[in-house]
């Protein structure tokens, strides 16, 4: 197969993989080739907040090595990834001014277990402040510009990893969720985000925004190269309080199975009345295509969108705050305006309404839990309902916890744990990416990659790239 | 008692002060909150709780009961 480089950048891990492992092509020319996009394309992109350039070079060298000699990891072996600068791993900011300067000690978890799988870590990624604040241009930190028309945002919080896909310059990355933070950039970049169970991945090293909501999962250009993604990382960790001690499965196991039969549960009175027609368009049509590929569609009880505002950011912004108290009182000024009002309006959610919210959240699991054991197999909803927001110019006000319209359908998952994938499923008529997100039972991500990648490759959305 | 005076106390409790622009972003949203609140209390109202699920969670819990339906 032959490629040219910008081919070869905006090619799948599956693809690339099979030829580093023939010897065809080394993970040296790969880190060259993103290191070469990156020095074009990412001050204009910013995905990127460190560039590991002499170190990403000296680890392709070790693998090429390794690798002419037989040693073959496996996927992610020799594949360039960014890590979303979140993590510890070398100089890590949080994307935010109060940690200009830091560097770890040592890689956190996930990230050892995918150095382990081989992959080359080739940078730290943008990211809104703390996995919140949105970047603007008045920013410390600039906002990452979408590959597919750069007045646009990448959605967040993980915006650089899904924004380094987008424009080539990488093949996949870790973003961290705690209420959609993986599924809505890769949304808004037109590729694939995995949120496993809660648990599945270790936070150790991952700095936290809520203990109960957060999760540590990948971003990437397929449903499959999620898979090889995730395999990398998942694993219990006794360090992490979260971590859930499972066997971790072949997650491709089901890839190439069909999805005769399969029931898909809508959860339509989350997003009825408040998705865009342009959303909604794009959802019903893949609706209409799953039936056409056998899978039945069935209409499952939701809670709404209302009520999922009422309980999901009083609990995600009362834990960020919690965890920011103290340093809120003496570096106030070094956070961003957003990042403050957010943490100001956690500390006033009483103890009465979060005990209250923990209550509901467990409600809202056992619907779905109930759905899933009884009339459905995976649920299927918008991934957000709105349409990619232009980049932000000026730090907006605090409207959408003031009662302003937002229709975010992906925290529903962060709250009752189960695991949820976003695949694109059309444009909207800014020409910017859609998505829908498929969730599934507890620790069965293999059913949730078995419908997504089915979806995909009839979809074929997959194949379209921005011409960058 | 106003909202901005209730803000202002409960961040006290924290040992913070804020700016008038600060409250002029944070009296809405506080307003919604407690309006979100009373959603929330409508919610335990009208559905009633799963047997055994009457607790507050803590997340560990959270992770056992999810393994449970494994």
Same mark, same amino acid.
């Given at each position: 197969?032959?490629?040219?480089?910008?081919?070869?950048?905006?090619?799948?891990?599956?693809?690339?993989?099979?030829?580093?492992?023939?010897?065809? @092509?080394?993970p040296?020319? &790969?880190v060259?080739?993103s290191l070469?996009?990156i020095a074009?394309?990412d001050s204009?992109i910013n995905a990127f907040i460190h560039v590991f350039e002499d170190e990403a070079r000296a680890v392709a060298k070790a693998h090429?090595?390794?690798?002419?000699?037989?040693?073959?990891?496996?996927?992610l072996?020799?594949i360039p990834i960014g890590i979303k600068d979140i993590y510890e791993t070398g100089p890590t900011t949080c994307g935010s001014k109060t940690l200009d300067g830091y560097v770890a000690e040592e890689d956190c978890f996930s990230v050892k277990k995918l150095k382990q799988a081989g992959a080359i870590v080739i940078g730290k990624t943008g990211t809104y402040e703390f996995a919140y604040g949105p970047p603007?241009?008045?920013t410390h930190f600039p906002p990452t510009?979408?590959?597919?028309?750069?007045?646009?945002?990448?959605?967040g919080s993980s915006s650089g990893t899904a924004g380094a896909i #987008?424009?080539?310059l990488t093949?996949a990355g870790m973003g961290s969720c705690t209420?959609?933070s993986i599924? %809505?950039?890769?949304?808004?970049?037109? !590729?694939?985000?995995?949120? !496993?169970?809660?648990?599945?991945v270790s936070r150790r090293g991952v700095y936290p925004l809520s203990q109960? +909501?957060d999760h540590a999962g990948p971003l990437?250009? /397929?449903?499959? =190269?999620?898979?090889?993604m995730?395999?990398g990382c998942?694993?219990?960790d006794?360090l992490d309080?979260?971590s859930? =001690?499972?066997?971790?499965?072949?997650?491709?196991?089901?890839?190439?199975?069909?999805?005769?039969?399969?029931?898909?549960?809508?959860?339509?009175?989350?997003?009825?009345?408040?998705?865009?027609?342009?959303?909604?368009?794009?959802?019903?049509? #893949?609706?209409?295509?799953?039936?056409?590929?056998?899978?039945?569609?069935?209409?499952?009880?939701?809670?709404?969108?209302?009520?999922?505002?009422?309980?999901?950011?009083?609990?995600? %912004?009362?834990?960020a705050?919690?965890i920011h108290a103290q340093n809120i009182k003496t570096r106030a000024d070094d956070y961003g305006?957003?990042t403050k +009002?957010?943490l100001? %309006?956690? +500390?006033?959610?009483?103890?009465?309404?979060?005990?209250?919210?923990?209550?509901?959240?467990?409600?809202?699991?056992?619907?779905?839990?109930?759905?899933?054991?009884?009339?459905?197999?995976?649920?299927?909803?918008? /991934?957000?309902?709105?349409?990619?927001?232009?980049? &932000?110019?000026?730090?907006?006000?605090?409207?959408?916890?003031?009662?302003?319209?937002?229709?975010?359908? /992906?925290?529903?998952?962060?709250? /009752?744990? &189960?695991?949820?994938?976003?695949?694109?499923?059309?444009?909207?008529?800014? !020409?910017?990416?859609?998505?829908?997100?498929?969730?599934?039972?507890?620790?069965?991500?293999?059913? @949730? @990659?078995?419908?997504?990648?089915?979806?995909?490759?009839? #979809?074929? %959305?997959?194949?379209?790239?921005?011409?960058? | 008692?106003?909202?901005?005076?209730?803000?202002?106390? *409960?961040?006290?409790?924290?040992?913070?002060?804020?700016?008038?622009?600060?409250?002029?972003?944070?009296?809405?949203?506080?307003?919604?909150?407690?309006?979100?609140? *009373?959603?929330?209390?409508?919610?335990?109202?009208?559905?009633?709780?799963? *047997?055994?699920?009457?607790?507050?969670?803590?997340?560990?819990?959270?992770?056992?009961?999810?393994?449970?339906?494994?």
């Amino acid at each position: 197969m032959a490629m040219n480089p910008k081919e070869l950048a905006h090619a799948e891990i599956a693809e690339i993989a099979p030829l580093i492992q023939n010897k065809e @092509i080394s993970p040296v020319d &790969l880190v060259d080739l993103s290191l070469s996009r990156i020095a074009e394309l990412d001050s204009t992109i910013n995905a990127f907040i460190h560039v590991f350039e002499d170190e990403a070079r000296a680890v392709a060298k070790a693998h090429e090595q390794e690798i002419m000699s037989g040693a073959y990891r496996g996927p992610l072996h020799g594949i360039p990834i960014g890590i979303k600068d979140i993590y510890e791993t070398g100089p890590t900011t949080c994307g935010s001014k109060t940690l200009d300067g830091y560097v770890a000690e040592e890689d956190c978890f996930s990230v050892k277990k995918l150095k382990q799988a081989g992959a080359i870590v080739i940078g730290k990624t943008g990211t809104y402040e703390f996995a919140y604040g949105p970047p603007t241009l008045e920013t410390h930190f600039p906002p990452t510009r979408n590959a597919w028309n750069t007045d646009f945002e990448c959605g967040g919080s993980s915006s650089g990893t899904a924004g380094a896909i #987008a424009a080539g310059l990488t093949y996949a990355g870790m973003g961290s969720c705690t209420g959609g933070s993986i599924r %809505w950039p890769a949304q808004c970049c037109g !590729h694939v985000g995995l949120k !496993h169970t809660y648990g599945r991945v270790s936070r150790r090293g991952v700095y936290p925004l809520s203990q109960s +909501l957060d999760h540590a999962g990948p971003l990437a250009r /397929t449903v499959q =190269d999620s898979a090889h993604m995730l395999q990398g990382c998942a694993g219990f960790d006794p360090l992490d309080p979260g971590s859930a =001690d499972v066997a971790v499965p072949d997650f491709s196991a089901k890839i190439g199975r069909d999805i005769q039969g399969m029931r898909f549960g809508v959860m339509r009175d989350l997003y009825e009345d408040s998705a865009a027609p342009a959303v909604k368009k794009a959802f019903e049509t #893949a609706l209409g295509q799953l039936e056409k590929m056998g899978a039945h569609i069935v209409d499952v009880p939701s809670i709404s969108l209302e009520e999922l505002l009422a309980f999901c950011f009083p609990l995600m %912004w009362a834990d960020a705050a919690a965890i920011h108290a103290q340093n809120i009182k003496t570096r106030a000024d070094d956070y961003g305006r957003h990042t403050k +009002l957010y943490l100001l %309006w956690g +500390l006033c959610v009483s103890n009465a309404a979060y005990q209250n919210g923990l209550r509901v959240r467990a409600q809202v699991r056992d619907q779905q839990l109930a759905a899933l054991t009884t009339t459905a197999d995976v649920l299927i909803v918008p /991934t957000v309902g709105f349409q990619t927001p232009h980049v &932000l110019e000026h730090t907006p006000g605090l409207e959408f916890l003031s009662g302003a319209a937002f229709p975010f359908y /992906t925290p529903i998952f962060n709250h /009752t744990g &189960l695991p949820a994938i976003q695949v694109p499923c059309g444009f909207d008529d800014d !020409h910017m990416p859609v998505g829908l997100q498929i969730a599934g039972k507890p620790f069965d991500e293999q059913t @949730i @990659i078995q419908a997504a990648y089915a979806y995909e490759q009839e #979809a074929g %959305w997959v194949k379209q790239r921005p011409d960058l | 008692m106003e909202t901005r005076d209730v803000i202002r106390a *409960k961040l006290a409790e924290f040992d913070l002060e804020v700016s008038e622009a600060d409250l002029d972003e944070l009296v809405p949203a506080y307003e919604n909150l407690l309006r979100q609140n *009373k959603i929330v209390e409508g919610m335990l109202e009208s559905r009633p709780m799963t *047997k055994g699920m009457s607790m507050p969670l803590s997340e560990p819990i959270l992770v056992h009961n999810i393994a449970r339906y494994r």
